[in-house]
Each structure stands twice: as structure tokens, then as C-alpha cells.
């Protein structure tokens, strides 16, 4: 399995994971939350926002023009801060962000 192969598998497996924690939103934030300067659009969206919203379709979309992807990558120490210990779906989120984190480390080459 390639490496781009690889990293579609994990993106539908965080949206399953998205939609099993009901954090999937069917209705899009204003088209101005989009305009944040700031990483992950930490002041306009909320970090489940930006993965549905941004992450896992630029993703798809680097993967569908095959592209050349990200060669540093590493999404899942923001999330550790971002959410808060109490969050419910906080460390099932971790494992799978994780996981795509590591398919742009060196190990997985």
C-alpha cells in the first residue's frame, strides 16, 4: 500500500471516528471562519471544526490531484492542548491523529 494510500485510509477512519463522537457537523461554519490567519483557524473554529473542515478535505484534495504531501506533519500535539482532559472523545481522537501523524514521520518510509 503506498503512502498516499495510506493516509486516505486514515483520513475516512478519522471521519468514521468524527461521526461516531457525533462531532461531524452537517452545516459549514460562515465562509468567514475560513479567513483565520492563525493555525488550525484556532480563532474562528473550533479544533473538531477544522479537521471536517479544512484538514481532511485539502487533504483529500492533495491526494485526488496526487500531489506530493506534507513532509512535515504532526497535528496530534495541538489537539493535546487544544482539548480539554475532561473532553469525552478527547483520547479516542488522540489515537487516531496520532496514527496520521506517523505516516509522515520518518519510521513509516
Known amino acids: 500500500m503506498t503512502q498516499h494510500q495510506r493516509v486516505r485510509e486514515q483520513l475516512h ?14 452545516n459549514a461554519p460562515a465562509a468567514s471562519a475560513f479567513e483565520s490567519t492563525q493555525p488550525f483557524c484556532m480563532d474562528t473554529l473550533e479544533p473538531f471544526e477544522w479537521l471536517q473542515w479544512v484538514l481532511i478535505p485539502r487533504m483529500h484534495a492533495l491526494l485526488d490531484g496526487q500531489q506530493p504531501l506534507p513532509q512535515a506533519f504532526a497535528i496530534a500535539p495541538y489537539y493535546e492542548i487544544a482539548l480539554d482532559a475532561t473532553h469525552p472523545s478527547r483520547d479516542v481522537m488522540l489515537v487516531h491523529l496520532q496514527q496520521l501523524d506517523a505516516l509522515f514521520s520518518d519510521e513509516s518510509a
Do not use: G, V, Y
Not at 16 to 25: F, S, T, V
Open 13 to 26: 477512519l478519522l471521519e468514521a471516528q468524527l461521526r461516531e463522537q457525533n462531532l461531524w457537523q452537517t
